[in-house]
Antibody, heavy 121, light 108 residues
């Protein structure tokens, strides 16, 4: 099956760190850009970061720039999000998503089920 | 940054009725870079429409998308019970990638 499965969420204190993982299967992971998208409780979707297939380009939303790092291991079909200096406002479900970027079309065509990150003392 | 605004915030309709959802971008978005997602409670978003008007795999033809430039529309021709959900439009024209705030389609 083509799927993305996130893991690594949990409860962390403000200022703490957490690393999320996303395991991809059923497709050639190494050829796709990948993203993290989050959703705070009861709120809408917010794109967090994305990374090119060869890891040469990475982009972040301003609110996480300098605190979060997106990375990938194409040999293990895995995507990561290292989150440092966590704040209460980072509390959200974090989704891993596959970026479709071909033929002058761009969108997220595959989503994981998400992992919950709660930042609280 | 491209700000994406959806209206209305909530749409109260009955099964069988037509739903029209609006999405407006603060700057022009290319037709290939505007998508719509459906999200039901407790579930991940699901791709509904890509490139403004193309239905994703398995999406019934009662869903249609249209628009250009800064104004886009998602239309559900006849609401089925499973269509009551939140819908998000999304621009992939430029970084930071942004979503609209969502339109909740609820049962009247």
């Amino acid at each position: 099956d083509v799927q993305l499965v996130e893991s690594g969420g949990g409860l962390v204190q403000p200022g703490g760190s957490l690393t999320l993982s996303c395991a991809a299967s059923g497709f050639t992971f190494s050829t796709y850009w990948m993203s993290w998208v989050r959703q705070a409780p009861g709120k809408g979707l917010e794109w967090v970061a994305n990374i090119k297939s060869d890891e040469r380009e990475k982009y972040y939303v301003d609110s996480v720039e300098g605190r979060f790092t997106i990375s990938r291991d194409n040999a293990k079909d895995s995507l990561f999000l290292q989150m440092n200096s966590l704040r209460a406002e980072d509390t959200a479900v974090y989704y891993c998503a596959r970026d479709f970027r071909y033929d002058a079309k761009r969108y997220f065509d595959l989503w994981g089920r998400g992992t919950l990150v709660s930042v609280s003392s | 940054d491209i700000v994406v605004t959806q209206s209305p915030g909530t749409l109260s309709l009955s099964p069988g009725e037509r739903a029209t959802l609006s999405c407006r971008a603060s700057q022009s978005v290319g037709s290939g870079y505007l998508a719509w997602y459906q999200q039901k409670p407790g579930q991940a978003p699901r791709l509904l429409i890509y490139a403004t008007s193309s239905r994703a795999t398995g999406i019934p033809d009662r869903f249609s998308g249209s628009g250009s430039g800064t104004d886009f529309t998602l239309t559900i021709s006849r609401l089925e019970p499973e269509d009551f959900a939140v819908y998000y439009c999304h621009q992939y024209e430029s970084s930071p990638l942004t979503f609209g705030g969502g339109t909740k389609v609820e049962i009247k």
